[in-house]
């Protein structure tokens, strides 16, 4: 049985060269030396960065969320909160219990990382759309995508309400990673 899978994935990349014995152990000459200087090295939770991304819990999504958050320059640069529907997770009835563990995390990070917005990305075929508000509410794409867009813009609204401070982006994902926004 192996344990990883293919390296070409965004987690992956680069792991054979860190397995390298030469380079692992000029990591670890280069680590023990980096402690030595840790106080002044430290690094914080707290500080100035770009976002929050609220994501989806689906594991079809990881990878071209990853991407995106790439593509956008922000890694390292954001915190991250993922929950069943991403936005439809937080303004949908069906999880009310839910809506608050999101706006605690919302709260703590605008506190601790001193965030400058807030990215939702919704995707298309969500189970917790179907649970949220029915199968006719994803029958199609067209009704998918409106769907998806009341939720999201529920999301800003709310955003707006608590956070005014808050820049708000707002997008449905295709299951290949395309982004289609919603102002």
């Given amino acids: 049985m192996t344990l990883l899978h293919e390296a070409s994935c965004a987690c992956c990349s680069g792991i054979k060269t860190m397995l390298d014995r030469r380079r ?9 030396a ?6 002044q090295l430290a690094l914080s939770a707290e500080g100035n960065y770009e976002a929050m991304v609220l994501a989806c819990i689906d594991p079809r999504m990881q990878e071209p969320v990853h991407r995106y958050t790439v593509e956008q320059n922000l890694t390292g640069k954001f915190s991250q909160f993922v929950i069943a529907g ?3 997770g937080v303004v949908a009835p069906a999880f009310k219990n839910w809506h608050k563990a999101f706006w605690d995390n919302l709260a703590t990070t605008i506190e601790l990382h001193r965030i400058k917005k807030v990215i939702a990305i919704d995707h298309r075929d969500c189970g917790a759309a179907k649970i949220a508000y029915g199968e006719a509410k994803v ?11 009341a939720a999201l ?7 707006g309400e ?3 401070q808050l820049g708000v982006e707002t997008g449905l994902m295709a299951l290949d990673g395309k982004m289609e926004m919603f102002i």
């Fill in 162 to 164: 608590r956070h005014h």
């Fill in 139 to 149: 029958a199609n794409p067209q009704v998918e995508t409106e769907t998806h867009r």
């Fill in 24 to 32: 692992f152990v000029g990591a670890l000459i280069g680590g023990g």
């Fill in 86 to 88: 991403a936005a439809i």
């Fill in 153 to 159: 813009g529920q999301f800003r609204k709310q955003v």
């Fill in 34 to 39: 980096t402690l030595t200087f840790a106080p």
